[in-house]
């Protein structure tokens, strides 16, 4: 096997002095033909601006190679330094030689043309084809990535494909030029995890077949496991650990790669579920009865109400004093509109939401997804922490103080905290400060809205942490909405899987977990990366989400539900 | 303070709030009698006069001091500017908040109601307006005000509706704070970083609309001295003594310079884009 | 609701909204109607002619049902009699419309020629020398008041050349386009200068945001020449803010630039409208005003159905 690229003590800076604004400090690897390199690491670790400055697209953000060689072996034979090479070289080499796929398919595709026109562009560039050559040649680089209709979705704006889709097409974009080293970096991050599955089995299909290269660029240490060769950990800059995939897995050196393997949460199939809490016996603080939340739809000149999005379809649960209830779906399950509806973020269009007067006035209390949006930025944390006891018409004094910094402190700040604004806190600080705000009025129940998913993995466990001890605690409720499996095995009692609306399947997170009935659990939780799972063979599922806009006056037909165990029920499905 | 300091570290900002100091020190010297002569006095015997050390930007047709008369209208323009954007800065601010916050209907009608507005030239429903009640100082600033509402009414609509789908205003609902405090606290207060941008450049937009009234003979009447009385009174001298075109013509290019370049700064500091850079 | 639908629907609504405000406007001018319509010469009437002309132009009804004729009126193209001129209103008007429908696409013209590929340029090289010059002079072309670029060119082309352009009467382009193109260049240069400075501005600052977005790094990572990344994929994602600019700038100056048409002595709408205000000539004003407001409308429509043509997220609908 030979040499394809070679990097050499690499150091990349950024601004006006990039030797003293280094992000990536002397990073080296080699990646032989054909064989796929992960690069792992967590934000800031410096390991996008490692993959950018392989084909230089580093020096349009901002940045500048300060030391280091990158060499390239063409596809014509000969050997080039791309941290010398000149713009026009650049231009010749990417696409042809490289290519490469990004984290955003939402935004990475050009909204004002066709995605014909986009794929046609790369034929144009790299094969110089033209015309109907042109198109003939995108359609099958359509049909290749297993867009059904493929003719037809050549005149189509990327505003109108899924995330999903749009990924697909960057990757038709990227066969055009037939490159020998295709970067990935986090291509599946903003996508659900059934998707994220049938676009990791095609990246590995299709490097099979074109024996690519590829080096793939993400945080999860699980993704890694299934399509690596060799893997490298990066943290701040600098590779910590590099080497063969069984290797690093199963032998780390370095702390941090123990870290990553050890303390952020991967999921086991339900072996790693919490043994602590969660009594069935008592009765439920909330109880929530067939809830329905429909969204009306509109259409023509005198906005006729043609039908409704039944975004939550007929949904019942209890949440028990103490435990933590999981629901857990992809996006458009309706789990997120569930949780407002219990709020009354979102009006209920039918059933019943009941919840026990517990503690406080407002038993219930909720933490966004978004730490950065749900601090207002031009408040202090005083005033951010006094808000909910102003709301409930108590005075700012000494004693409510009292409280902030008891809250503040067992939530892992200080009191220090109280005068400084959000901007001044990291992501996972202003997580902890939306949990002691949520807190101030003492609930019984906290709604945690995916209040997890926007952190950085390790900050991620050690909130879960958090979490956890604060439910033992002040014996708080949970109904913890999640798309993360992993995520949910560590902090669960019970499991909820909601698809299209509906509840599929809810029981003990070990049982659903561990052992899924209902064939969306099954196919959700096999999608689910996992460590252990090596090479997997991912197959190419092209199921798509049924659409969730009904016809005026449509009812779902009752559900029908089985036992499948102790405290584990799974709806019937109907055969069609 | 620390905007100030901001703004003294931004280049255009510097120039530009320097320039406005300068002018705003003038003014209040011509407010307090501190002229080098009386702008009204007419020097019969040093009529039309070149720049001197005795007149700094020479004389006009009356024999009346040129310097004299700009620090005098600085302070008119500058009156007759703030008091028109305070004006509709604050009618504006409300009408598009309230827009954005009712929504709905109240959003349509509020809205087209400021299309209606928007639908004259500036300068147009400004004669309109003169036309009902008469030119003076009082006219120009309402004027004036009810030009630039709309623009406020905008400005603070857009980001109101972005606030209001905010997570924090959705945690101040689940908290079941009032729409009072949400409103003030969660909203207006976020509102101030784009509203001081669009207050600064209205400044500059009212400058100019005010001396196009004046030249047009529509805004302050005379005597009282004018940038823009002073600049269409020179044209027909123009061939003879163009330093009566080029001071008041500089002065207000100067002004507005001022504002545009302070409210180009502001923008740069306050957009949360740049923010997010240099963090 | 379809976006082109909802442009169509809004578009008479906010015309009937102009036609109450202007109608009502003039009806706040102090004095009775009457001598708001005659003028002076009211001053003579005796007060049974008062009273049988108010019957004759139905001001003895009710002020919604003067309101309701007068608007059933604008539907047949009837805008009234001007008082300074004799002649129907809209006649008046539209004898002085090509003039400032001239000036004002000649303005646009300048505008886009000058600001477009300024914009680009700069921003292609932000921050340099070449972005930094433009900058300024943006800068100060958007801060001189158009009177006084007016003044300064009338008086560099006088006192430098000896020359001056022709002034008063106004050549039509069809009868003689040299004559009326000498006529009319100072005072589109004068418009276009500050419509230039902003169109560059804003040019500039959308070409910038756009260059950062992440397809515009797809379209480099395909192997895109930087020509084809600026004008292919960049700029007709940055056209909108400019078009709206255009737009909103252009519907203005169809409103008549009244200081540019004063300063050189023009025939246009806007010195007309300043006249008819001046001599309080209230049949013209209502006319004039409402038809400048019309066109401003009829422009921002057809800049709404560009946003349509430019951005398939707005024309195909969608998340």
């Given amino acids: 096997m030979s040499t394809l690229l070679g990097v050499h003590d690499l150091h990349v800076g950024f601004g006006r002095d990039p030797q003293d604004n280094e992000v990536v400090k002397g990073v080296s690897f080699e990646l032989a033909a054909g064989k796929t390199l992960a690069i792992v690491g967590e934000s800031g670790s410096g390991k996008s601006v490692t993959a950018l400055s392989v084909n230089r697209l580093v020096d349009f953000g901002g940045g500048r190679i300060t030391r280091g060689t990158i060499t390239l072996q063409r596809a014509d034979g000969t050997a080039v330094d791309i941290t010398a090479a000149d713009e026009p070289a650049l231009q010749r080499i990417r696409g042809r030689e490289i290519g490469m796929i990004f984290q955003e398919p939402m935004t990475s595709l050009n909204p004002v043309h066709t995605v014909g026109a986009q794929i046609e562009e790369a034929f144009r560039l790299n094969r110089g084809l033209g015309g109907a050559a042109a198109t003939r040649a995108a359609r099958e680089a359509l049909e290749r990535v297993r867009i059904p209709d493929a003719a037809q979705r050549l005149k189509y704006y990327p505003h109108q494909l899924s995330g999903g889709m749009r990924q697909r097409v960057m990757i038709a974009m990227v066969l055009a030029s037939n490159p020998r080293l295709l970067i990935a970096d986090e291509p599946t991050t903003a996508l659900d ?80 579920v919490r043994s602590d809490g969660g009594s069935p016996a008592v009765a439920p603080i909330v109880t929530v009865d067939n809830l329905a939340v429909r969204f009306p739809v509109a259409k023509g000149l005198f906005r006729r109400r043609s039908g409704a999005v039944h975004a939550v379809d007929g949904v019942d649960f209890d949440l028990r004093p103490g435990e933590t209830l999981a629901i857990v779906g992809e996006s458009g399950s309706g789990k997120s509109t569930t949780a407002r509806a219990i709020l009354g973020l979102v009006k209920a269009t039918r059933g019943r939401i009941e919840a026990k007067a517990g503690r406080s006035g407002r038993p219930v209390q909720m933490v966004f997804q978004d730490p950065y949006a749900s601090l207002n930025p031009r408040l202090t944390v005083e005033a951010l922490l006094a808000e909910p006891a102003i709301a409930a ?81 002040f014996g708080l409720a949970y109904l913890f909405i999640s798309h993360d499996m992993a995520v949910v095995e560590r902090i669960a009692h019970r499991v909820a899987v909601m698809y299209a609306g509906q509840i599929v399947e809810i029981g003990k997170a070990a049982a659903v977990l561990g052992a899924p009935q209902h064939s969306y659990t099954k196919r959700l939780i096999a999608a689910v990366p ?33 036992e499948a165990g102790e405290d584990h029920r799974v709806r019937v499905e109907e055969v069609a | 303070m620390a905007l100030l300091r901001a703004v003294m570290r931004h280049p255009s900002g510097r120039i530009g709030a320097a320039i406005i100091a300068l002018f705003l020190i003038l003014a209040l010297m011509g407010a307090v009698g501190l002229t080098p002569h009386d702008p009204l006095k007419q020097f019969v015997v040093d009529r039309m006069k070149g720049p001197s050390g005795t007149y700094w930007f020479g004389t006009d047709l009356l024999g009346r001091d040129t310097f004299s008369r700009l620090m005098l209208g600085i302070g008119e323009s500058f009156l007759i500017a703030f008091a028109s954007v305070a004006i509709a800065a604050t009618a504006g601010t409300l009408i598009g908040l309230f827009a954005a916050w009712w929504g709905h209907l109240w959003d349509g009608i509020l809205m087209r109601i400021m299309d209606v507005l928007l639908a004259f030239p500036a300068i147009l429903l400004a004669l309109l307006i003169v036309a009902i009640q008469g030119p003076g100082v009082m006219t120009s600033i309402t004027a004036i005000g009810i030009v630039y509402t709309p623009i406020f009414a905008r400005v603070a609509r857009a980001p109101a509706l972005a606030l209001k789908a905010r997570e924090f205003v959705e945690a101040a609902r689940t908290f079941g704070s009032t729409q009072r405090y949400i409103l003030t606290r969660h909203l207006l207060l976020n509102l101030i970083a784009p509203l001081t941008v669009t207050i600064t450049l209205a400044l500059a937009w009212s400058l100019l609309t005010e001396s196009g009234l004046s030249f047009l003979g529509l805004g302050s009447q005379p005597p009282a001295p004018s940038l823009g009385v002073m600049l269409a009174e020179s044209k027909s001298m123009m061939t003879r003594s163009p330093w009566l075109m080029l001071f008041p013509g500089l002065t207000i290019m100067l002004a507005i310079l001022g504002f545009n370049l302070l409210g180009d700064a502001l923008r740069d500091i306050l957009d949360p884009r740049t923010q997010e850079r240099r963090a | 609701m379809n976006y082109i639908t909802q442009r169509l629907l809004t578009f008479p609504l906010v015309l009937l909204g102009v036609s109450l405000l202007v109608f009502f406007a003039i009806r706040l001018v102090p004095g009775d109607a009457i001598i708001a319509m005659l003028g002076t010469e009211a001053g003579l009437l005796t007060d049974a002619q008062r009273e049988s002309l108010a019957a004759y132009f139905g001001l003895d009804q009710p002020i919604i049902v003067q309101y309701g004729r007068w608007l059933a009126g604008l539907f047949e193209g009837n805008l009234g009699i001007s008082v300074i001129y004799g002649k129907p209103v809209l006649e008046v008007i539209l ?99 500050s419509f230039a400075a902003a169109v560059t501005r804003i040019s500039r600052s959308a070409m910038l945001d756009v260059l950062s977005d992440d397809y515009v790094r797809t379209a480099r990572s395909k192997g895109a020449s930087q020509r084809d990344v600026v004008w292919r994929h960049a700029l007709p994602n940055a056209l909108i803010p400019v078009v709206t600019l255009s737009g909103v700038e252009f519907g203005y100056l169809l409103g008549g630039a009244v200081i540019v048409e004063q300063i050189f002595a023009l025939p246009g709408l806007g010195r007309l409208t300043l006249d008819a205000i001046s001599q309080r000539d209230y049949p013209l004003v209502q006319g004039a005003v409402l038809f400048i407001a019309f066109n401003f409308l009829v422009v921002n429509l057809i800049v709404d159905l560009a946003y349509a043509a430019l951005d398939p997220r707005i024309r195909l609908g969608g998340k």
């Fill in chain 3, 95 to 193: 004898m002085r419309f090509p003039l400032t429908l001239e000036l004002a696409l000649l303005s646009m013209l300048i505008a886009l020629v000058v600001g477009i590929p300024a914009g680009v340029f700069a921003a292609t090289r932000a921050d340099r020398p070449s972005d930094l010059a433009v900058r300024v002079f943006a800068m100060l072309g958007q801060s001189t008041p158009s009177f006084v670029v007016g003044l300064l060119l009338i008086y560099f082309l006088s006192v430098v050349f000896r020359a001056l352009p022709a002034m008063g009467s106004f050549t039509p382009l069809f009868v003689d386009p040299i004559g009326n193109l000498s006529q009319m260049i100072l005072p589109a240069i004068t418009l276009g200068l």
């Fill in chain 1, 530 to 562: 996992a460590i252990e799972r090596r090479r997997q063979h991912f197959s190419v599922d092209v199921t798509q989400v049924p659409s969730l806009v009904r016809p005026s006056g449509f009812e779902p037909p009752a559900a029908r539900w089985r």
């Fill in chain 1, 193 to 272: 995890v059934t998707v994220q599955a049938q676009i990791m089995a095609l990246l590995a299909e299709l490097r099979e077949e074109l024996d690519m290269a590829m080096i793939f660029i993400t945080h999860d240490i699980g993704l890694v496991a299934g399509i690596a060769d060799d893997i490298m950990v990066m943290q701040h800059g600098v590779a910590v650990e590099q080497g063969k995939l069984d290797a690093v897995l199963d032998n780390p050196q370095h702390d941090y790669t123990r870290h990553l393997l050890k303390a952020v949460p991967h999921f086991t199939s339900g072996r790693a």
């Fill in chain 1, 393 to 473: 018409g108590q005075r700012v004094d000494a004693k409510l103080r009292q409280r902030m910094v008891f809250l503040l402190e067992r939530v892992g700040l200080t009191k220090d905290a109280l005068s400084r604004y959000p901007h001044q806190f990291s992501g996972g600080q202003r997580q902890r400060l939306c949990i002691a705000r949520a807190l101030m009025l003492n609930p019984d129940v906290v709604v945690l809205d995916e209040a997890v998913s926007a952190l950085d993995v390790s900050v991620q466990a050690r909130v879960l942490e958090l979490l956890i001890d604060l439910q033992h605690e």
